[in-house]
């Protein structure tokens, strides 16, 4: 069984994957594919910028640049992605209707 700790993180790690799969899913649907498709290449580029710098000497933590990518950033992106799948998939079948 895990620690208090390693709970903490998966519930870290559920919201920052659940917040932007309903705000991209909302968006999508609203037909902002735009403002959708802004917002999954901002996420992106914080995981780049974090992976590149917990590789070479920029100024940032190595560690805290690969903890802020692997426990917000990933799951956030991937959220993000489904969000918009799922809400592109109901978009579509609303507009065949």
Do not use: H, N
């Amino acid at each position: 069984m895990g620690s208090l700790a390693d709970i903490g993180v998966l519930v870290v790690m559920l919201i920052c994957g659940g917040v932007p799969f309903i705000i991209l899913c909302k968006l999508m649907i609203m037909g902002k594919t735009g403002l959708a498709l802004t917002l999954i290449a901002i996420l992106g580029a914080a995981l780049m910028i974090s992976m590149y710098a917990s590789t070479r000497p920029m100024g940032i933590d190595p560690l805290s640049a690969i903890i802020a990518g692997l426990v917000f950033l990933t799951p956030a992106m991937a959220g993000g992605l489904a969000g918009m799948v799922l809400g592109w998939l109901i978009y579509r079948r609303r507009q065949r209707l």
